[in-house]
């Protein structure tokens, strides 16, 4: 299957992968950037079975029940439960502290619609869980999936966040007026 997979995404669909993810690296956070297409999704599912990777995603608990429950746990999903009362942040840093492999990928503009800000709460879930931070572009512009070495937050918020966002100046969402 990873053979059909990079055949597929590199000559037929022409895209390539830039960087890597080490397999020795079993917790993090993967922020993907910009997230404008539901295209965004079979973009990465075929990069995540050409890098052999088991990478996770979360959604509301509800997904998880009869019929499509089983294809979203097989597909890498965790269920959280959203409801206003519950510390979605607190849901995934316990997630990370019962699995021995998670790695959670996840849009900090938490909608494909353009935002002019991150939401905040990839990075609190790095720093508190004590896992790196993987930046990942999907580059339109150049047919990329473009994967950065690990960073660990420090602390610092602000400054944490103009290096992570300097990973992505350049790069070309599927549909461009949101980049």
């Known amino acids: ?20 993810m080490s397999p020795h690296i079993k917790k993090a956070v993967v ?4 997230h404008t ?3 965004d999704f079979y973009i990465g599912a075929f990069a995540r079975k050409i890098l052999n990777l088991k990478i996770n995603f979360i959604a509301k608990k509800e997904l998880f029940k009869f019929p ?6 097989w597909m890498g999903g965790a269920p959280v439960d959203r409801k206003s009362n519950q510390n979605t942040v607190q849901q995934v840093v316990e997630l990370f502290n019962e699995r ?5 990928a996840i849009a900090p503009e938490g909608t494909r619609k353009k935002v002019d800000t991150w939401r905040s709460g990839f990075y609190y879930m790095a720093l508190e869980a004590n896992v790196p931070i ?3 572009a999907f580059d339109y512009g150049v047919k990329t999936v473009k994967i950065q070495t690990p960073f660990y937050p420090t602390g610092d918020f602000s400054k ?20």
Do not use: N
């Not at 299957?1 to 890597?20: N, V």
């Not at 922020?31 to 910009?34: A, E, G, M, N, T």
């Not at 499509?68 to 746990?73: C, E, H, I, L, R």
């Open 1 to 20: 299957m990873r053979f059909l997979a990079s055949f597929i995404f590199t000559k037929l669909m022409g895209w390539k992968l830039e960087g890597d």
């Open 31 to 34: 922020i993907v950037v910009p």
């Open 37 to 39: 297409s539901w295209h």
């Open 68 to 73: 499509f429950g089983w294809y979203f746990k």
């Open 100 to 104: 021995q492999e998670f790695r959670l």
């Open 134 to 136: 993987i930046c990942v």
């Open 160 to 179: 944490d966040m103009d290096f992570l966002k300097s990973f992505y100046k350049g790069v070309e969402g599927k549909i461009k007026d949101f980049t």
